[in-house]
C-alpha cells in the first residue's frame, strides 16, 4: 500500500520570503502522480502543482515549484514570495498510474504567512 | 469556483439518522470521487463512479453508499449515522478514468452528527 508522509504538523515564513514543505511517500510503483493541494480557510481543495513520476524535469507554476527526488521518494513544495495569500494547509498527494486514480492524501502541514 | 458544485453546503443530523449528499461534476467530466475529511482519519478516499458505473472502492463503510444517475451526477448516501461520522464531504471531478486526469474539488458539504 501507498503511504504519503509530511512531518511539518505547522510551519511559518515572513511575506516575501520563500518556504519549502516535505513530503515523502512509499511505494513499489513505477507509474504514479504527485500532487500538492492548497486548503484555505474556506476549506475548498484548490490544486496548486502536479508531477509526473516518469518526468525528470521539476513541476512549475507561478511561484510555486517541487523538488521532485524520485529515488528518495520525496517531493517537496518551494513557495517563493509568500503571499498572505497562501496562508492555508497544503495537503501533499499521492496517485497510482492506471485506471483507478484516486488520491492518497498526506496529514497536512498548516502553512502561515506573516506580514 | 472549480465548476464542481456540492449541496447542501452544511447539515445538521442526528445519530441514527440518513443523509443524502449531493454532488455535480464539471461540465464534461464522467468521473466522479468522494471523499471525507476528518480531524482523526484525514482526508480518505471512499468511492468513485465512471460514466454511471462504480469504478474503485475505498475506505467507505457498509452503511454508505453511493451512485452516480444518467445525468452524471451523484448522491452519497449516509446510513445509521454516527457521531464519528461527522465530517467534510468532498466531491472532486475528473474528464475521465484515465491517470492522466486531474482531479478537481467541490466546496464540501460539513456533516454534523450531534
Known amino acids: 500500500a501507498q503511504t504519503v508522509t509530511q512531518s511539518q504538523p505547522e510551519m511559518s515564513v515572513q511575506e516575501a520570503e520563500t518556504v519549502t514543505l516535505s513530503c515523502t511517500y512509499d511505494?513499489?510503483?513505477?507509474?504514479?502522480?504527485l500532487f500538492w493541494y492548497k486548503q484555505p480557510p474556506s476549506r475548498q481543495m484548490i490544486l496548486v502543482i502536479r508531477?509526473?513520476?516518469?518526468?525528470?524535469q521539476n513541476a512549475t507554476e507561478n511561484r510555486f515549484s517541487v523538488n521532485f527526488q524520485k529515488a528518495a521518494k520525496s517531493f517537496s513544495l518551494k513557495i517563493s514570495d509568500s503571499q498572505l495569500g497562501d496562508t492555508a494547509m497544503y495537503f501533499c498527494?499521492?496517485?497510482?498510474?492506471?485506471?483507478?486514480?484516486?488520491?492518497?492524501f498526506g496529514k497536512g502541514t498548516k502553512l502561515s504567512v506573516k506580514p | 469556483d472549480s465548476g464542481v458544485t456540492q449541496t447542501p453546503k452544511h447539515l445538521i443530523t442526528a445519530t441514527g439518522q440518513r443523509v443524502t449528499l449531493r454532488c455535480s461534476p464539471r461540465?464534461?467530466?464522467?468521473?466522479v470521487y468522494w471523499y471525507q475529511q476528518s480531524l482523526d482519519q484525514g482526508l480518505q478516499f471512499l468511492i468513485q463512479?465512471?460514466?454511471?458505473?462504480?469504478?474503485a472502492k475505498g475506505n467507505i463503510l457498509e452503511r454508505f453508499s453511493a451512485q452516480q444517475f444518467p445525468d452524471l451526477h451523484s448522491e452519497l448516501n449516509l446510513s445509521s449515522l454516527e457521531l464519528g461520522d461527522s465530517a467534510l464531504y468532498f466531491c472532486?471531478?475528473?474528464?475521465?478514468?484515465?491517470?492522466?486526469?486531474?482531479?478537481?474539488f467541490g466546496p464540501g458539504t460539513r456533516l454534523l452528527v450531534l
Open positions: 472532486a471531478s475528473s474528464v475521465g478514468d484515465d491517470d492522466q486526469e486531474t482531479q478537481y
Open positions: 508531477q509526473e513520476a516518469y518526468k525528470q
Open positions: 511505494t513499489s510503483e513505477s507509474n504514479y502522480y
Open positions: 461540465s464534461g467530466d464522467l468521473s
Open positions: 498527494a499521492f496517485m497510482k498510474g492506471g485506471s483507478q486514480g484516486n488520491l492518497i
Open positions: 463512479y465512471y460514466n454511471g458505473e462504480e469504478r
